[in-house]
């Protein structure tokens, strides 16, 4: 359905989950894809288009140096995928660690990566920036102040980047995924009265895949997608919009 021959892709977090999957589909579709991440398993997907590169989100230093090893290889950057998240349950012992933790990988790390790779994305054809939100920015999660303020945050940045990367004709636009079954979200659809509370919420009645949200990010990328920009697709299975 979607082609990407010879397009280059960077995307964040891409060694399991949401971003696994973006990663394989990328590939699938031809592209040739840098994958950006922490650590990697030892089984990991195996092809030559898939360039694994470790890097601490954290740290501007390290940030800046995966960038500049990038651009001695590649001469543009199609599409940038800022997937990487980290949820950290609240500590009253730990205020400031765990705020700063997850805002720098949630928040700063698309902040610094969609200004260092500017140049190279003027340089496409046909570039674009997704982020990857969620819905608990825009509603409430108990005991996670940090994981709603940077996804709220990271939506806010997504409309600004829209509006200020216009003029070079590069498209933001942001996928909000609400359940999904990952690691992030495995307690609650393995538990059964926590799986009960969470989809007694969703207009259809199960948790999503991998894959939802990641053919909405292929969409977003491709040209089906060209007069779309400065928006956020929720994939949630209608859970935010549900009333009584």
């Known amino acids: 359905m979607f082609n ?3 397009k280059i892709i960077i995307i964040t977090g891409g060694f399991a989950g949401n971003g696994l999957c973006v ?13 950006l991440d ?9 092809s030559k288009n898939l360039i694994k590169l470790k890097v601490n989100l954290e740290s501007y230093s390290s940030i800046k140096n995966t960038v ?3 651009m001695h290889l590649e001469k543009k950057i199609d599409c940038l995928v800022n997937n990487a998240g980290i949820s950290i349950k609240f500590s ?7 705020w700063s933790k997850t805002l720098s990988v949630n928040l700063t790390a698309p902040y ?5 790779l500017l140049p190279y994305l003027k340089k496409s054809s046909f570039p674009s920036i997704i982020n990857i ?17 940077s996804k709220g945050g990271l939506s806010a940045l997504n409309s600004s980047l829209a509006m200020d990367f216009a003029k070079y004709k590069i498209r933001v636009n942001a996928v909000s995924p609400g359940y999904i079954k990952t690691n992030m979200t495995k307690k609650s659809f393995n538990t059964k009265s926590e799986l009960k509370k969470r989809v007694d919420r969703m207009m259809i009645k199960n948790y999503g895949e991998p894959e939802d949200v990641a053919s909405t990010v292929l969409f977003l990328a491709s040209t089906l997608a060209k007069y779309i920009n400065a928006s956020e697709i ?10 009584i």
């Open 4 to 6: 990407f021959q010879n």
């Open 112 to 116: 610094v990566l969609s200004y260092l």
């Open 133 to 149: 939100t969620s819905l608990n920015g825009k509603i409430a999660m108990s005991n996670n102040p940090a994981y709603n303020a």
């Open 92 to 98: 009253q012992t730990k205020l400031l660690d765990v």
């Open 234 to 243: 929720v994939v949630d299975g209608g859970l935010l919009k549900k009333g």
């Open 68 to 70: 500049n090893k990038i």
């Open 23 to 35: 990663v394989k589909k990328f590939l699938e579709s031809g592209a040739k894809v840098y994958a």
């Open 38 to 46: 922490k650590q990697f398993p030892k089984k990991f997907t195996v």
